[in-house]
């Protein structure tokens, strides 16, 4: 993906088979490595709470993989709101990071600039690591290129509305006063009559906030292919390529958004605030917010939100190759012993101590297992006081692993599992968009968007005429020449799965 010529692309695949190269030949790392070694440090960079003292769990793991690997780990520790602003500086800066999370909307421009090691010249390293993903390895390539291996959680995610249930019901509602469907979009107006009863009843609350709304969540409503120049609509049921900011979905979120925020229904900086719904919640200053979710959810927002809430369904379930593959491990080409770094990857898919580390942090201090052998708080300790706490397992290796948070179903990972049965399967499940053709296009389309989504999105400006602005722009970017590759691409792709 993200070449910005057949040129270049040679050229940066022979400078990435070198660096691969200079990877193995100066590393004495085998599968069977000794303790005899000197420890190698593995600077992991991951998603981690603001709050919290990182050098502990830290400690913790280093002693793990000390007994186990004979590796350090240095943990990297980046939030959802800086992510996107820091990784890419950390690695211009050519910062010695071995291991990354990436979203799939991001592979695009790391592969072009080089920051990606091929994981299929290390399988040797990998093999339980592939055991464990099975088919789902599929969503780490990039045509024949290994990027990277997807997270072990629930594939397909629908989204859905939180509200904190103390006032939900405090106003008289219940959760089967809600049908929200996008086959009627005008039944998104239940929510903005609830919005505007908090709003009234509590008017130093913000009903709605947080860093994700409908018309950016494409992931839940449209297959996006792995970006969103170029989409199939439905549900991933249509036959043809659009331009999902054209649609009249994509509008009326825009419009239902301008409305709770010209009405104070959201917060006056949401468009530009980072910070998740769930920590607004925490803090007392949200009602309500957005998000995709699993078949644990209340549990899992009452954990990192310290609420009950409920929640109120505005999707159906789609499942599609972005589902598996929207989160990604990688290794980085700054790592000083790839090899290494890969070691790590397979170890730490398979190591439930390691994840249940990252997730919930210091066992005794932070957490306990309960009675029930869940994950609890000690005694004294609650969502307000923890001095470690994630409970975005889904952002880490293998969720699977991890020990239920308290209040789960007894075989919450087998519902995981079978969370998308019963999901919608977009009609390109198991394609991956190989966009090395139209790398030039693609980096101008990002620029343009970035310029208009979140606005947009959250209702900031006026949606008439700033969609106009957005489609002409996206369009003298070079949209429709990405939009005829994909479609070409999805078609040889379908011709072969008949």
């Not at 996006?224 to 609509?233: A, C, I, S, Y």
């Not at 549900?235 to 994509?250: I, P």
């Not at 699977?400 to 009609?427: C, H, N, Q």
Request: aromatic share 12%; hydrophobic share 40%.
């Amino acid at each position: 993906m993200l070449k910005k010529s057949v040129s270049i692309l040679s050229i940066l695949a022979l400078s990435l088979t070198m660096l691969a190269a200079c990877g193995k030949d100066n590393t004495s790392t085998t599968p069977g490595q000794t303790a005899s070694e000197e420890p190698y440090t593995v600077n992991f960079a991951y998603h981690a709470p603001k709050e919290g003292n990182q050098t502990e769990v830290n400690a913790l793991i280093n002693e793990l993989t000390m007994k186990e690997l004979n590796m350090k780990v240095n943990l990297m520790p980046i939030t959802w709101d800086t992510y996107n602003s820091k990784m890419p500086m950390m690695l211009a800066a050519q910062e010695p990071i071995d291991i990354s999370f990436v979203f799939a909307f991001s592979l695009p421009s790391f592969i072009d600039q080089g920051y990606i090691v091929d994981g299929s010249d290390y399988e040797e390293y990998t093999k339980d690591l592939y055991k464990v993903l099975g088919d789902d390895l599929q969503g780490g390539y990039i045509g024949d290129m290994l990027a990277g291996f997807p997270m072990m959680n629930v594939r397909g995610t629908p989204s859905g509305i939180f509200v904190r249930k103390d006032i939900f019901e405090e106003l008289g509602y219940k959760a089967s006063d809600f049908s929200v469907t996008t086959d009627d979009m005008s039944s998104f107006k239940q929510i903005t009559d609830l919005f505007a009863k908090v709003k009234e009843k509590y008017p130093d609350m913000t009903p709605f906030d947080g860093f994700r709304t409908f018309g950016l969540n494409t992931i839940t409503y449209v297959d996006g292919m792995g970006d969103n120049f170029g989409v199939l609509e439905n549900y991933g049921q249509a036959d043809k390529v659009t331009n999902y900011y054209e649609s009249e979905q994509f509008k009326q979120f825009a419009l239902l958004n301008r409305e709770w925020f010209t009405k104070g229904l959201s917060s006056k900086d949401i468009a530009v605030d980072k910070e998740l719904g769930q920590a607004k919640m925490k803090a007392g200053k949200t009602f309500a917010f957005f998000a995709s979710y699993g078949a644990n959810a209340i549990t899992d927002v009452k954990s990192q939100t310290g609420y009950d809430t409920v929640l109120i369904p505005v999707s159906s379930k789609m499942k599609s190759t972005t589902a598996v593959n929207g989160a990604l491990n990688v290794v980085l080409n700054t790592s000083a012993d790839k090899a290494k770094a890969f070691q790590f990857l397979n170890w730490a898919y398979n190591s439930k101590e390691f994840n249940d580390l990252l997730n919930w942090g210091v066992p005794g201090k932070d957490w306990v297992v309960n009675a029930d052998g869940q994950a609890d708080y000690p005694e004294g300790v609650d969502a307000t006081n923890v001095n470690y706490h994630s409970d975005y397992g889904f952002i880490y290796p293998n969720q699977y692993l991890m020990t239920p948070w308290a209040g789960s179903p007894k075989d919450i990972w087998e519902k995981y599992k079978a969370f998308s049965d019963d999901a919608i399967v977009s009609r390109a499940f198991g394609f991956t968009f190989d966009s090395s053709s139209v790398a030039m296009e693609q980096s101008q389309l990002a620029a343009v968007l970035a310029k208009y989504e979140n606005a947009i999105s959250f209702g900031a400006v006026d949606p008439e005429p700033t969609l106009k602005q957005l489609n002409d722009e996206l369009h003298n970017a070079g949209l429709q020449t990405v939009m005829d590759e994909k479609q070409k691409q999805l078609d040889a792709w379908l011709s072969k799965q008949k």
